[in-house]
């Protein structure tokens, strides 16, 4: 699909409009996505809504958990990196590593080699799927070859839970 692709599409009578299917192929957005409406001037702005983005409290977290144990750490959404010590914050995934997140996948002191950006790492992968209220929203990498996935299982269980105490604030 061509970035420069426009649609005309009329509002019902409910005020819905329609997302074309090559649009929501194009940006993964599927039935029961959230999606954040902004407005900016005269224009309506939709964008695929992550409780992962912006979240300082997690940021904050792993970078106390990297500070004080010395660990490699990749915070990732579905599409990019959030926050790493090792690779680019935003750098966008690979298909390999998006399909990983989508599908859940976990790994356990696998060696593994993956690219992020330009970035190649081979080593000790401990990665778990973040799940919240709007399913699986990302993963956590630990890549280490000691305790590496006892650091990833208490990462993701303190993601999880802060993402469940932001949600219930919302």
Avoid: H
């Amino acid at each position: 699909m061509d970035n420069n692709v426009s649609f005309v599409k009329n509002i019902d009578n409910l005020g819905r409009i329609v997302i074309p299917m090559d649009i929501r192929r194009k940006l993964d957005i599927c039935t029961g996505d959230s999606l954040s409406i902004s407005v900016y001037d005269n224009n309506i702005m939709l964008t695929k809504y992550s409780s992962l983005e912006n979240n300082n409290r997690i940021v904050n977290i792993i970078k106390s958990f990297i500070e004080e144990f010395n660990i490699k750490v990749i915070y990732m959404n579905k599409f990019n990196v959030i926050y790493s010590n090792i690779v680019n914050s935003s750098v966008e995934l690979d298909r390999e590593m998006k399909d990983n997140i989508k599908n859940g996948i976990s790994f356990k002191d696998e060696v593994k080699e993956y690219i992020f950006g330009e970035i190649k790492l081979k080593g000790i992968y401990n990665m778990l799927p973040i799940v919240n209220n709007e399913g699986i929203v990302g993963s956590i990498i630990v890549l280490s070859d000691s305790n590496g996935y006892d650091f990833c299982r208490l990462l993701n269980k303190i993601i999880n839970l802060e993402l469940s105490i932001s949600w219930y604030k919302i």
